[in-house]
């Protein structure tokens, strides 16, 4: 049996650069559904138990995205059309982390 793979993003948005946020967050679902992705699951971040004293790298909002392998994900992001977002994605957040996790049999 073929387990999925799960790509797991944490980020904070750059409330200066929100028009770089939408312009890159519209156009990722397409290119990652083109790599097999499935979005699972979307949390707003209410309390961090850590240290808060750098608010700028407490994540707002964790994703969860299941894909067909961990080849798939890292064929999304070498697709050129990603490519192409990652200025978006740069100024578009303050913080973002991309961890790729399976699940334990």
């Known amino acids: 049996m073929t387990l999925p793979v799960f ?4 980020a904070r948005p750059n409330p200066k650069e929100m028009e770089s ?9 397409a290119i990652a559904k083109a790599h097999g ?12 138990l850590a240290d ?3 608010t700028q790298q407490i994540p707002a ?5 299941s894909f067909p392998s ?3 994900i890292m064929d999304f992001f070498k697709d050129p059309a990603y490519e192409a977002l990652v200025p978006l994605r740069d100024r578009g ?3 973002i982390r991309f961890y790729i996790t ?3 049999i």
Do not use: K
């Not at 992705?37 to 961090?48: G, N, Q, R, W």
């Open 102 to 104: 399976s699940e334990r």
């Open 52 to 54: 808060t004293r750098d």
């Open 70 to 72: 961990r080849d798939a």
């Open 21 to 29: 946020l939408q312009a890159y967050s519209s156009q990722v679902p």
């Open 93 to 95: 957040f303050n913080h």
């Open 7 to 10: 790509l797991h993003i944490e």
């Open 37 to 48: 992705a499935v979005p699972i699951a979307t949390y707003d971040v209410e309390t961090s």
């Open 61 to 65: 909002v964790f994703m969860v995205v």
